[in-house]
């Protein structure tokens, strides 16, 4: 994964490890394995993780933990990720993008807005699982954009066990009726030959 931002920001996505973010602010540990991608700054900052990826041809889901400390304060949800928006700017958002837009682009270079936070969410949440279905982009490269800014107040931003995965076929109820009763009379059948 590759980091970007505004200029002027005065933090950035850090690994994490253990129980504290990078400038010493208490956080839960990564949910799965030793580390997490998370922000940390001591200044206001707009800052940008981003991946590209194939999606394969079969159908295929993202999946990934996040976890949000915006201290005590509102989120500001803008359409900008500019960290001197004014007045105020305090979001986070994960969007999926065409590869050819600007990384800061929030318009039409973003193919599928997966998260971002609103005025009125909770400002701090534990690790949460956020999915989403890349079906519709099979075959093609798209960029994975993890977006964080704020110019209010610290906000720590993790994001932890990124999965893309085919999701399992789950039969429907009246199917597995079915399948249980051809069973149990194959059953009855092998007893009666028995």
Same mark, same amino acid.
């Given at each position: 994964?590759?980091?970007?931002?505004?200029?002027?920001?005065?933090?950035?996505?850090?690994?994490?490890?253990?129980?504290?973010?990078?400038?010493?602010?208490?956080?839960?540990?990564?949910?799965?394995?030793?580390?997490?991608?998370?922000?940390?700054?001591?200044?206001?900052?707009?800052?940008?993780?981003?991946?590209?990826?194939?999606?394969?041809?079969?159908?295929?889901?993202?999946?990934?933990?996040?976890?949000?400390?915006?201290?005590?304060?509102?989120?500001?949800?803008?359409?900008?990720?500019?960290?001197?928006?004014?007045?105020?700017?305090?979001?986070?958002?994960?969007?999926?993008?065409?590869?050819?837009?600007?990384?800061?682009?929030?318009?039409?270079?973003?193919?599928?807005?997966?998260?971002?936070?609103?005025?009125?969410?909770?400002?701090?949440?534990?690790?949460?699982?956020?999915?989403?279905?890349?079906?519709?982009?099979?075959?093609?490269?798209?960029? /994975?954009?993890?977006?964080?800014?704020?110019?209010?107040? %610290? @906000?720590?931003? &993790?994001? !932890?066990?990124?999965? +893309? #995965?085919?999701?399992?076929?789950? /039969?429907?109820?009246?199917?597995?009726?079915?399948?249980? %009763? @051809?069973?149990? &009379?194959? !059953?009855?059948?092998? +007893? #009666?030959?028995?």
């Amino acid at each position: 994964m590759d980091c970007g931002g505004s200029a002027g920001s005065r933090g950035t996505w850090f690994v994490q490890t253990g129980t504290t973010s990078q400038f010493g602010v208490p956080v839960p540990a990564p949910p799965e394995g030793t580390f997490a991608a998370m922000t940390d700054q001591i200044g206001p900052t707009s800052t940008i993780l981003y991946q590209d990826i194939a999606v394969p041809s079969t159908p295929t889901v993202l999946s990934f933990d996040l976890y949000i400390n915006n201290g005590n304060i509102a989120f500001f949800s803008p359409p900008t990720l500019d960290l001197t928006f004014p007045p105020d700017n305090q979001q986070f958002r994960m969007d999926i993008m065409n590869t050819a837009a600007p990384l800061t682009d929030v318009g039409s270079g973003v193919l599928l807005n997966v998260y971002q936070t609103n005025p009125g969410d909770p400002p701090v949440t534990g690790y949460t699982i956020v999915t989403a279905n890349l079906s519709a982009f099979a075959g093609q490269t798209v960029r /994975l954009r993890f977006a964080a800014v704020d110019n209010d107040e %610290v @906000l720590e931003v &993790g994001c !932890a066990n990124l999965q +893309l #995965r085919t999701p399992v076929p789950t /039969l429907a109820l009246p199917m597995l009726l079915a399948r249980r %009763v @051809l069973l149990a &009379g194959a !059953a009855v059948w092998k +007893l #009666r030959l028995a």
